[in-house]
């Protein structure tokens, strides 16, 4: 899937002694003329959160800044302010430029953008969904041990017909005046 679809990080989680390296790789990679990777413009919607003070002021300008301040009622924290021997988890994801969890885009190096990013992760997932009406949806998971593995939606039972009771209106009664019913 490369066409237009839209992305979603399910709980990915990166290894904390791992960020400052994840945090240089990005800002390598953004920096360098005409990207220096074929997912260099997937990165500048990389948002990263703690457990302990929300969402970090890392990769953000100013607009992203504003419109992720607005998402979550909350004031992006730079890295450098945090106690980081608090933090037990680092969690990433893409946001869209309006602070929605949704980023929609035509990400052809998906799969290249997650080779890269799993050796950084210790789980989570991430799942794709095509918007151009064919109703493709895949994904990926992470291991704790940086690996990653294709994911796909696919039928776990046989085909069901619907029951003749669906859609008829089930009218709720009430128990008559001076009836016993089980509660009282």
């Given at each position: 899937?490369?066409?237009?679809?839209?992305?979603?990080?399910?709980?990915?989680?990166?290894?904390?002694?791992?960020?400052?390296?994840?945090?240089?790789?990005?800002?390598?990679?953004?920096?360098?003329?005409?990207?220096?990777?074929?997912?260099?413009?997937?990165?500048?919607?990389?948002?990263?959160?703690?457990?302990?003070?929300?969402?970090?002021?890392?990769?953000?300008?100013k607009?992203?800044?504003?419109?992720?301040?607005?998402?979550?009622?909350?004031?992006?924290?730079?890295?450098?302010?945090?106690?980081?021997?608090?933090?037990?988890?680092?969690?990433?994801?893409?946001?869209?430029?309006?602070?929605?969890?949704f980023?929609?885009?035509?990400?052809?190096?998906?799969?290249?953008?997650?080779?890269?990013?799993?050796?950084?992760?210790?789980?989570?997932?991430?799942i794709?969904?095509?918007?151009?009406?064919?109703?493709?949806?895949?994904?990926?998971?992470?291991?704790s041990?940086?690996?990653?593995?294709?994911?796909?939606?696919?039928?776990?039972?046989?085909?069901?017909?619907?029951?003749a009771?669906?859609?008829?209106?089930?009218?709720?009664?009430?128990?008559?005046?001076?009836?016993?019913?089980?509660?009282?």
């Amino acid at each position: 899937m490369g066409y237009e679809t839209q992305v979603e990080f399910i709980g990915v989680e990166l290894r904390k002694s791992r960020f400052d390296a994840f945090r240089q790789a990005v800002e390598e990679m953004r920096t360098v003329p005409g990207g220096g990777s074929p997912f260099a413009h997937m990165l500048p919607h990389l948002r990263v959160e703690t457990n302990v003070s929300g969402y970090l002021d890392w990769n953000l300008d100013k607009s992203a800044r504003r419109a992720l301040a607005r998402a979550t009622h909350e004031i992006p924290v730079k890295p450098r302010a945090i106690d980081w021997s608090a933090v037990k988890h680092v969690f990433v994801e893409m946001r869209d430029d309006d602070g929605g969890t949704f980023l929609r885009g035509r990400w052809y190096e998906a799969e290249e953008f997650i080779e890269w990013l799993s050796g950084y992760c210790v789980g989570g997932r991430v799942i794709q969904y095509s918007l151009e009406g064919d109703g493709a949806v895949g994904g990926w998971e992470f291991s704790s041990r940086g690996e990653w593995r294709k994911l796909a939606l696919t039928p776990i039972s046989g085909w069901r017909r619907r029951s003749a009771q669906i859609g008829r209106r089930r009218v709720a009664t009430r128990p008559r005046r001076g009836s016993r019913t089980q509660h009282g």
